[in-house]
């Protein structure tokens, strides 16, 4: 069965839509690109509420992957678009910092 351009589907746990050129595409990307321009190739569209069903603008960001990769890797979780900023900062920020390195806590041999 054929669908027209501008079909939408909930597959793999994220909205797409059938774009002219005959594939399916991320919908909540095109939606964001549609309102603020092209996404840069290592940003991702992130749901403030983590749900992935509710498409609308006001719930969609964009995140370097560097970001959403610190943030899922130390479980943090937001859930508005200032505690994602914050995150987004503190990830940028741990990510830049050179790493603290902790003195040696062996004893001293004395003679």
Not at 28 to 37: F, P, Q, S, T, V
Not at 41 to 64: F, K, P
């Amino acid at each position: 069965m054929t669908r027209i351009v501008g079909f939408t589907r909930y597959h793999d746990k994220h909205w797409e839509i059938k774009l002219s050129d005959g594939k399916y595409h991320n919908y909540a990307r095109y939606l964001y690109e549609k309102a603020y321009g092209k996404q840069p190739g290592d940003y991702i569209i992130v749901y403030l509420d983590g749900n992935s069903r509710n498409i609308d603008l006001s719930n969609l960001e964009m995140i370097s992957r560097r970001q959403s990769c610190y943030i899922r890797v130390n479980k943090l979780s937001y859930t508005n678009r200032q505690e994602l900023k914050t995150l987004c900062l503190l990830s940028d920020l741990a990510t830049t910092l050179p790493h603290y390195v902790r003195p040696s806590r062996r004893k001293k041999a004395t003679s």
